[in-house]
């Protein structure tokens, strides 16, 4: 690990702890609430991952925007790191509730599954021991989540849903469609669930886009009509750069007219290695 890296999670382990603080301890007036301020800042600066992981072929992007009104704090979250053996790992998830406490549990979940990811066998592995992990602390809160593993040899994508907005893939050549996998419950809720796993080879150059559901839902938009204008988008722009799809993607919150925090994860990749599989 690089000595920045090292910095980074040593300032993040302390905004978590910051973050615990204020939640036993500042509970009234104006003071709470420039401190969830101050800490929504923090969250983007130091939670939210600076950059992430990608290999020869794929490139990736995401982008976050905090809640429009109310509390500016929130538990939406992406994250991409290195898995043992050379495969990448990626998750995006939502936290229920906006407050102090979220964005507490947000971190709490994110950590989880990175530590589970480094053991465990497929996503949906992952996300069962991340569940009876959170299980395991004092919450009530519970989060969704989708995470993603992506093999670099096998160009193949293996996903699981944990209540979660399901993803979008387009190809290059126009073809396009939502992930309608099935899922499991929100981490957090019961022991012992279980996650199906799908899997899927990226045959044909394109991207494969996950999201939060401030981004597709709002008062203008039930979630899958939000989830439609995703996937035209994602087709419209399935060979641009991955941080252009990624702030296009993020602009269909705005004709939801959303509240919520919002999270988008774009993995932009070229055909599959070695074949059409």
Not at 249 to 273: F, I, N, P
Request: aromatic share 6%; proline share 5%; glycine share 12%.
């Amino acid at each position: 690990m690089s000595p920045h890296r090292s910095t980074r999670s040593a300032t993040a382990e302390d905004l978590l702890t910051r973050l615990g603080r204020l939640t036993a301890q500042a509970r009234e007036g104006a003071e709470l609430q420039q401190a969830r301020v101050e800490l929504a800042e923090a969250l983007q600066r130091e939670i939210l991952p600076a950059s992430l992981p990608g290999v020869p072929g794929l490139r990736t992007a995401a982008r976050y925007a905090p809640a429009r009104h109310g509390l500016s704090i929130g538990g939406d979250w992406y994250d991409g790191f290195l898995l043992p053996g050379g495969a990448l790992g990626f998750s995006i998830g939502d936290v229920e509730g906006h407050d102090v406490e979220a964005a507490a549990f947000m971190g709490q979940v994110r950590i989880a599954v990175r530590a589970v990811a480094a053991s465990a066998a497929d996503p949906g592995e992952v996300l069962s021991r991340a569940n009876d992990l959170l299980l395991s602390v004092d919450c009530d809160l519970f989060a969704t989540c989708t995470f993603l593993r992506f093999d670099p040899v096998t160009w193949e994508v293996q996903s699981a849903r944990a209540g979660h907005v399901p993803g979008v893939w387009a190809t290059i050549d126009g073809e396009h469609g939502i992930v309608r996998d099935e899922g499991g419950l929100p981490l957090g809720m019961l022991p012992g669930a279980q996650y199906p796993v799908t899997r899927r080879r990226l045959a044909a150059a394109g991207s494969f886009v996950l999201v939060t559901d401030g981004v597709v839902e709002g008062p203008s938009f039930p979630i899958d009509a939000g989830l439609e204008r995703v996937a035209e988008v994602v087709r419209a722009h399935a060979d641009a750069d991955p941080g252009e799809l990624a702030a296009a993607v993020m602009k269909v919150a705005d004709s939801t007219g959303h509240q919520d925090d919002a999270a988008v994860l774009v993995l932009r990749h070229e055909a599959v290695r070695g074949g059409t599989g």
